[in-house]
């Protein structure tokens, strides 16, 4: 299915590694040339190498740290020098760590809005000018937790949480302008970011790793975790033509893992 995407540009956050650079790879297999973010110039130069030689597409990087506002102003400037315009904003950059809600000072929980929640509200307003002008969309890479709180997971929760609604808002401002607003719930997906979950979180229930994992995959009644993959090309459909109709909506992609009535 030709999704028509060829020759928009995409802005992909979080696009070194996991669900972020699956994203990358999908869109640039739909014809987009993609500009991914994150901090680490190495894997970022390695994800641009290898999306750009299988695909044929053209990838643009940006090495910087989006929980500061200059962070995020160093993506804006690296995208308006590479392609001048945009047509997709992919935001997915961003980690929150688990563990015992006594011991998680402020601080953490600060970094953990820092870079989830902050860099998508000012990536979304710095940029929405070039989304209006092209019609474009937004697609808001958030999780599952922001409908099912857990006491081993309550900065995660609460920051997908308030993302979800800002998501929601920004929808009726897209409404007006022309903008496609989407929100992507993934539940468990295999990442690094994955592995370390499981570790903080089977260390705060005083089991080994891979005992969590697997009562965690027979409470869900899941067969297996998602792929970055999955999510990616879920990411393609709702930033597509195709899913015009699709607009301030919440899609979980879990495998049927979250039993919530949205």
């Known amino acids: 299915m030709d999704l028509g995407l060829s020759g928009k540009i995409a802005l992909v956050t979080g696009g070194s590694k996991g669900i972020g650079r699956a994203c990358a790879n999908r869109l640039a297999e739909e014809g987009c040339d993609v500009l991914i973010v994150a901090r680490t110039a190495g894997d970022l130069e390695e994800a641009a190498a290898t999306i750009g030689g299988t695909t044929g597409r053209r990838i643009e990087i940006c090495a910087t740290d989006l929980r500061s506002a200059q962070g995020c ?12 315009r945009l047509d997709i904003l992919v935001n997915n950059a961003g980690a929150t760590q688990s563990g015992d809600f006594f011991k ?28 209006k002008d092209a019609q474009g969309s937004v697609v808001n890479i958030i999780g599952a937790a922001s409908k099912t709180p857990s006491a081993n997971f309550m900065i995660g929760g609460a920051v997908n949480a308030a993302i979800t609604n800002f998501t929601k808002a920004l929808a009726e401002l897209g409404l007006r302008d022309g903008v496609a607003i989407k929100a992507v719930h993934p539940g468990m997906t295999v990442t690094g970011r994955l592995e370390t979950l499981l570790r903080q979180r089977a260390e705060a229930a005083g089991v080994s790793r891979e005992d969590y994992e697997k009562q965690e995959l027979a409470r869900a009644g899941l067969r297996r975790y998602s792929q970055p993959e999955d999510i990616a090309s879920l990411v393609a459909f709702l930033a597509s033509p195709a899913a015009q109709q699709i607009h301030g909506a919440d899609v979980f992609i879990d495998g049927g893992a979250t039993k919530a009535i949205l």
Do not use: M, N, Q, T
């Not at 998680?104 to 070039?130: C, I, M, N, Q, T």
């Open 73 to 84: 102003e160093a993506a804006i400037g690296a995208l308006k020098h590479a392609f001048g």
């Open 104 to 131: 998680l000072d402020d601080a953490v929980w600060e970094d953990g809005f820092a870079l989830k929640f902050y860099s998508y509200v000012r990536l979304s307003r710095a940029l929405w000018p070039l989304l």
